[in-house]
């Protein structure tokens, strides 16, 4: 029997869907009493003045230029303070309240009190509430929490001046959680894409490292674009994967993190069975008759085991690529000639998508963490009781016979974090031209 303990190192079943993350639910309340006083009337129409004159644009390091996502928000909390970013951290030194903007100048906002906002990209930061207490930020030193910021464009008190920080040298933020975003007009996306499967035939052949090289810069651009990360929460992720704990991913990484990882450690490596004998499946998820890249799925065939999840990457500028390639997996597990179930060892951030498509926790006593990884089974019985799309219908999974390398590649060296990164461009066509 195949123990787990004699697996080669590089295995590891990475998988990242191409499907938004579900967005956390609010604590803060939408519904806020109106105040018809006069001076309050007056105060929001020159708020209202300030919203429609407020264009911006921006540009995110080490990505094309992108526009400012810019919010009109409602401060929610008590009290809330403005933060500066010095040197790429908001949390600051000995002194907890040196870099909070002078209560002068706006930095302490209160209730009711009106903002505008660049919500892209957040920084991720340690630093919570309450700095002023010695108990409470040692707590948050620890880094076992992090909070979600946004860049204060302008201050919009509900008495007193405006104040425009957009121009000034340093940046300043404000925590997510203390204000409400204005809701706008949602409209349902009810575009669908039309991807077919196909069994890879020959690994090279038909491109498919350059193209994971191509998904991995759309999934590093996304992530650098829409979020950055404060320094003592990169070296908190630093030392989940390069110290005692040798996590695949950091603890707060997210889908955009495991997406640039796993897009290239599938580019590079040259995917030898771990078990020669077996049968390892190699199927990829394309734009209808066209060779453009939505997905690409490897599984493996292990003696006396379930099958394997080894590597499943999606490509986040088009939706469906996960779902097609989930199609894929229950197809396989169809099949007379294969195992009753199928394994992976998921990253924290697939897995809503895994659970939708069927998928268990292999071991419903563990608590399964944020950060941590997990492993689940999708079992035929449990794979047949959702339907499968009809577009995927006559795919019939093939074994892969293409060239077999000799020996398993090297792991990637020098594995830096997406934050870190400063041309992911070159980062994947020097990796690829190794």
Do not use: C
Request: proline share 4%; no cysteine; glycine share 6%.
């Amino acid at each position: 029997m195949y123990k787990k303990s004699d697996k080669p190192k590089e295995n590891r079943s990475r998988a990242v869907f191409d499907s938004i993350p579900p967005v956390k639910k609010s604590n803060n309340s939408p519904f806020h009493l109106a105040d018809n006083r006069p001076d309050a009337i007056k105060q929001r129409e020159i708020q209202q003045q300030v919203f429609n004159q407020h264009t911006v644009s921006d540009s995110t390091a080490n990505v094309s230029p992108v526009q400012r996502v810019q919010k009109d928000a409602t401060v929610t909390w008590g009290v809330t303070h403005i933060v500066a970013y010095t040197d790429k951290s908001l949390f600051g030194g000995e002194n907890a309240l040196a870099n909070e903007l002078n209560p002068d100048n706006g930095g302490q906002l209160k209730k009711g009190d009106r903002l505008i906002v660049d919500t892209t990209p957040v920084v991720i930061s340690r630093r919570g509430s309450n700095q002023e207490n010695k108990d409470k930020r040692q707590s948050d030193e620890k880094g076992d929490k992090v909070y979600e910021w946004v860049r204060v464009l302008k201050i919009i008190p509900q008495t007193g001046k405006v104040t425009s920080l957009e121009d000034n040298a340093e940046r300043y933020y404000v925590r997510k959680e203390t204000i409400q975003l204005d809701k706008d007009e949602e409209q349902q996306d009810t575009t669908t894409n039309d991807i077919e499967l196909k069994n890879i035939s020959d690994w090279n052949k038909e491109d498919i490292p350059r193209k994971l090289g191509e998904i991995a810069k759309k999934w590093g651009g996304k992530g650098l674009r829409e979020r950055s990360r404060s320094i003592g929460v990169i070296k908190i992720n630093k030392e989940d994967r390069e110290g005692s704990r040798k996590k695949a991913s950091g603890r707060y990484w997210e889908q955009e993190d495991d997406g640039w990882d796993v897009a290239l450690d599938m580019a590079y490596e040259n995917h030898k069975r771990f078990e020669p004998s077996m049968r390892q499946w190699r199927i990829k998820a394309v734009m209808k008759g066209t060779e453009d890249l939505v997905g690409v799925l490897i599984v493996e065939e292990r003696e006396n085991e379930p099958l394997y999840l080894r590597w499943m990457i999606g490509n986040p500028e088009i939706r469906g690529g996960g779902s097609a390639l989930l199609a894929a997996v229950k197809k396989l597990l169809q099949q007379k000639d294969t195992p009753n179930e199928i394994e992976v060892t998921s990253a924290f951030s697939a897995k809503t998508s895994y659970t939708k498509s069927g998928f268990k926790v292999k071991d419903e006593q563990v608590e399964v963490k944020e950060g941590e990884e997990f492993e689940l089974v999708l079992t035929k019985e449990n794979a047949g009781k959702k339907p499968i799309h009809e577009s995927y219908d006559s795919f019939e999974p093939k074994p892969y016979t293409g060239p077999e390398p000799e020996s398993y590649s090297e792991e990637r060296e020098s594995k830096k974090e997406l934050d870190e990164e400063e041309n992911i461009s070159k980062t994947v066509d020097d990796l690829l031209n190794q």
